[in-house]
């Protein structure tokens, strides 16, 4: 049994923890389920626009996330953690934002570069960049990477929230549960 004290996030906090962990999710599916289909195929465009739209509706979220997040202060995890494993969390949790910012705005270019823009009915989001074939290249190496480097990161996540559950038997992983 955990030994938790019963603080937990806030309950919008805790929804937008477990929201935004849906939509990276539904992303990554769309993203490799594209993979299925031929070039030029209606399905790996609608898993391509659904990537899309999944990636703006993330960064809006973690925006929302944020704007939520300020002032508050974490639950406090009982018992207390090592000094270092506080450390390595908030950098993780720091890259987590950075990245959920970064990767739809580099998206976004990069659907520009392309020669495309997003848009609903007569509604657009523009272009931000001219269409441009290096900046193609050198966007999809760097939209990838910071991918790459996200699921590493969740992986790292999701490992220690097992460890800190299962193993330590802390509250790390309860904080996320609505208070009961």
Do not use: C
């Not at 919008?12 to 993979?35: D, M």
């Not at 999944?54 to 953690?81: C, E, M």
């Not at 074939?133 to 699921?151: A, R, S, Y």
């Amino acid at each position: 049994m955990n030994n938790s004290t019963g603080a937990s996030f806030s309950r919008p906090l805790i929804i937008l923890h477990w929201a935004l962990a849906a939509l990276v999710l539904a992303l990554l599916a769309a993203v490799e389920l594209h993979e299925v289909f031929p070039k030029d195929s209606l399905m790996r465009g609608l898993f391509m626009k659904t990537h899309f739209w999944l990636g703006l509706s993330v960064g809006l979220l973690t925006l929302i996330r944020l704007w939520v997040r300020w002032g508050q202060h974490p639950a406090p995890i009982t018992p207390p953690i090592a000094l270092w494993q506080e450390r390595l969390a908030a950098v993780v949790q720091w890259a987590f934002y950075a990245i959920l910012l970064v990767m739809p705005v580099l998206g976004y270019l990069l659907i520009n570069a392309k020669g495309f823009d997003l848009s609903i009915g007569p509604l657009s989001l523009g272009h931000w960049v001219q269409q441009d074939k290096e900046l193609v290249e050198t966007l999809e190496e760097l939209h990838e990477t910071l991918g790459n480097v996200f699921i590493a990161l969740v992986a790292l996540h999701v490992g220690a929230a097992l460890y800190h559950h299962h193993i330590l038997k802390d509250s790390t992983f309860s904080r996320l549960q609505p208070p009961q």
